[in-house]
């Protein structure tokens, strides 16, 4: 019995240090490996500037997002393999989060973090809350703030002295959502 209480404890010690939740790379691909989507849907003017396309991989799905400039603002606009919406929406500062809002948001992280830096905030609009016969990209470029916002924070954060990054979700009052770890960008192509 000795052996398998052994094999027990290591089972049980190992395996959560391994499950630490989903970690996630994004990195740059060609237009061709993008996968066809509806462009009629697209509301982009004619002053749209630097289009890239990205793909997402998790341990759970792979997600292509296009980036753009339009306007001054950073747009993203993200589709699973079979090109269907997923999200959208645009980088945001912190001031123009409402008030309330973003000191929760502030506590959160004050409470959380040790140390923490904001390197950027989103604010994404979930296809599910759009009503069927609209355009689900329409809110997104009119910035509208609506009830069922999503501020996805990007942060270098300290816990219990190990700095590393984090993708954090809060709605649109603030409350927090959740929270994944994320890989450090990929410096692959940096010759030294």
């Not at 589709?79 to 948001?105: H, Q, T």
Request: glycine share 4%.
């Amino acid at each position: 019995m000795g052996k398998y209480n052994c094999l027990l404890v290591f089972l049980l010690v190992v395996c959560p240090i391994f499950s630490q939740g989903t970690l996630e790379r994004e990195h740059r691909i060609r237009k061709s490996q993008f996968p066809s989507i509806q462009m009629e849907l697209m509301v982009i003017g004619p002053d749209i500037k630097r289009i890239r396309y990205y793909k997402e991989v998790d341990s759970a799905k792979i997600t292509y997002s296009l980036k753009f400039k339009q306007d001054r603002l950073h747009y993203h606009i993200d589709y699973d393999a079979g090109g269907n919406l997923i999200n959208s929406g645009f980088r945001v500062k912190e001031v123009d989060i409402p008030e309330e809002s973003y000191a929760k948001v502030k506590t959160y992280l004050t409470t959380t973090f040790e140390k923490v830096k904001i390197k950027r905030i989103w604010q994404q609009y979930p296809v599910h809350s759009i009503e069927p016969n609209e355009n689900p990209l329409t809110s997104t470029f009119q910035n509208l703030i609506l009830p069922d916002n999503l501020y996805k924070l990007m942060v270098r954060g300290t816990k219990q002295g190990q700095r590393q990054d984090y993708e954090l979700w809060f709605d649109a009052e603030g409350n927090f959502k959740r929270m994944r770890n994320t890989l450090p960008t990929n410096f692959d192509h940096i010759l030294y």
